[in-house]
T-cell receptor, first 114, second 113 residues
Framework: DVKVTQSSRYLVKRTGEKVFLECVQD?????MFWYRQDPGLGLRLIYF???????EKGDIPEGYSVSREKKERFSLILESASTNQTSMYLC?????????????FGPGTRLTVT | KNQVEQSPQSLIILEGKNCTLQ??????????LRWYKQDTGRGPVSLTI?????NTKSNGRYTATLDADTKQSSLHITASQLSDSASYIC????????????FGRGTSLIVHP
């Protein structure tokens, strides 16, 4: 079974703090994704990485950066957290670029910025 | 711009009843459509995948249909159970590029005893 784990289920940070969200997958998947999920808006893509050290901006990259130094790990960084970044963050992985390949999701990190 | 619209936004049914969720998309060129189930506090899990040539696909009590001409899909749940209470998300992928999927906003289903 594919397993995607995220470093924290719940996180509370203060405005202006630097925040790291970590995601690890154990199935040697090439592609990894970071989404945020807000009520009524669904999942929105923040960043996508198709391989180590490769990344593409998604629909809402502003205020976020990512790092993929190893194949199994994809980090989302909030350089200076703001209250409008309070959300559920979901990481996903996929074997490679291809039409039918399933994304496997982690359990999510609920981030609250106060 | 690729879009996926789902209806209804929310639905409440009694245990044992059937229900149908709808998905309309404008993703082009079409590659495939997936339905995901997301339990509260968890990540989405794939239920079915449908390609252009498939009209119907079942997974237990879940049956998905696809009409590629009208760009519509439905997810039918038979004999609902309390454990079916979840959000159901329609996801459509276009061919080419990085195959980034487009997500619908989901239908929240509540099954009451």
């Amino acid at each position: 079974d594919v397993k995607v784990t995220q470093s924290s289920r719940y996180l509370v940070k203060r405005t202006g703090e630097k925040v790291f969200l970590e995601c690890v997958q154990d199935m040697d998947h090439e592609n990894m994704f970071w989404y945020r999920q807000d009520p009524g808006l669904g999942l929105r893509l923040i960043y996508f990485s198709y391989d180590v050290k490769m990344k593409e901006k998604g629909d809402i990259p502003e205020g976020y950066s990512v790092s993929r130094e190893k194949k199994e790990r994809f980090s989302l960084i909030l350089e200076s957290a703001s209250t409008n970044q309070t959300s559920m963050y979901l990481c996903a992985s996929r074997f490679s670029v291809g039409g039918g390949l399933e994304q496997y999701f982690g359990p999510g990190t609920r981030l609250t910025v106060t | 711009k690729n879009q996926v619209e789902q209806s209804p936004q929310s639905l409440i049914i009694l245990e044992g009843k059937n229900c149908t969720l709808q998905c309309n998309y404008t993703v082009s060129p079409f590659s495939n459509l997936r339905w995901y189930k997301q339990d509260t506090g968890r990540g989405p899990v794939s239920l079915t995948i449908m390609t252009f040539s498939e009209n119907t696909k079942s997974n237990g009590r879940y049956t998905a249909t696809l009409d590629a001409d009208t760009k519509q899909s439905s997810l039918h749940i038979t004999a609902s159970q309390l454990s079916d209470s979840a959000s159901y998300i329609c996801v459509v992928s276009a061919k080419g590029g990085s195959y980034i999927p487009t997500f619908g906003r989901g239908t929240s289903l509540i099954v009451h005893p």
